[in-house]
């Protein structure tokens, strides 16, 4: 990484962002192929061929947020990211930190423990994807969001121009 100031997001970190976004959401808000598909093994069943692909679709989305994960991360040390607004408290600085680390442990792990679970049969860890992962990613986002509208109509910082506009 350079010694530049980076002032907003790259188009691509931008790009990434909003793709992984609507790709998180795909899979958090339509996960019935998959639960379906899961149930009918867990309980000895055999899945028709519709039912597999309505899985498939859920087990690529998730790869795809892998992907788009990595990708940022990669971004992310090459490009570098703005600094954290200096209107913030220190521990609003330091929380915003913990929710973003957490977003990206996240995004990895769920991916992983789903690929552990939908192609190598690790049944603890589809339970583990499907119930506290799950749970967690939702409560991380609530709050990050929640960050992002704070820094927009309380502290009327950039932060969330600069994901947006850049």
């Known amino acids: 990484m350079s010694d530049r100031v980076v002032v907003g997001y790259s188009l ?3 790009f990434l962002h909003w793709v992984t976004v609507l ?3 795909f899979n958090l808000l339509f996960p019935d192929g998959m ?3 899961r149930r009918l093994v867990r309980h000895g069943g055999t899945p028709s061929p519709e039912q597999i692909t309505s899985a498939n679709i859920h087990a690529y989305v998730g790869i795809a947020i892998l992907i788009a994960t990595v990708l940022r991360l990669a971004l ?3 490009q ?3 600094p954290e607004a200096a209107e913030e408290q ?7 930190r913990l929710v973003h680390a957490s977003l990206y442990l996240l995004l990895l792990a769920l991916p992983a423990s789903g690929i552990a679970a939908y192609y190598f049969g690790v049944e603890a860890l589809g339970s583990l994807h499907a119930d506290v992962l799950k749970l967690v990613l939702w409560i991380v986002i609530v709050t990050h969001v929640f960050g992002a509208l704070v820094h927009q109509f ?8 600069r994901m947006t506009a850049g």
């Open 23 to 25: 790709l998180v959401l």
């Open 76 to 78: 992310r040390f090459v």
């Open 80 to 82: 570098g990211v703005p």
């Open 90 to 96: 220190a521990i609003f600085r330091l929380a915003a």
């Open 35 to 37: 639960n379906t598909w």
């Open 12 to 14: 691509s970190q931008r």
């Open 154 to 161: 309380y502290w009327k910082t950039d932060v969330l121009r």
